[in-house]
């Protein structure tokens, strides 16, 4: 369990946070709630929102 620290999944930031009316950040394409929780998440928690961002994206972006 110590070593997961370590290996820890590297947030999706990019520094450029805004907060659309969907509730997603235009940059990194997680939710207020998602940015918030993630340095006490777990690397399959980080994970499964790793997954969807793609998606996210495509909402985000209208594309």
């Excluded at 450029?16 to 207020?32: L, M």
Aim: hydrophobic share 35%.
């Amino acid at each position: 369990m110590e070593k997961e620290k370590y290996e820890k999944i590297i947030s999706p930031c990019i520094d450029e946070c805004v907060i659309n009316k969907d509730g997603y950040c235009t940059g990194c394409f997680r939710s207020i709630k998602e940015i918030a929780a993630w340095a006490g998440m777990t690397n399959e928690e980080r994970l499964k929102i790793m997954a969807e961002l793609a998606k996210r994206k495509k909402i985000v972006l209208g594309s």
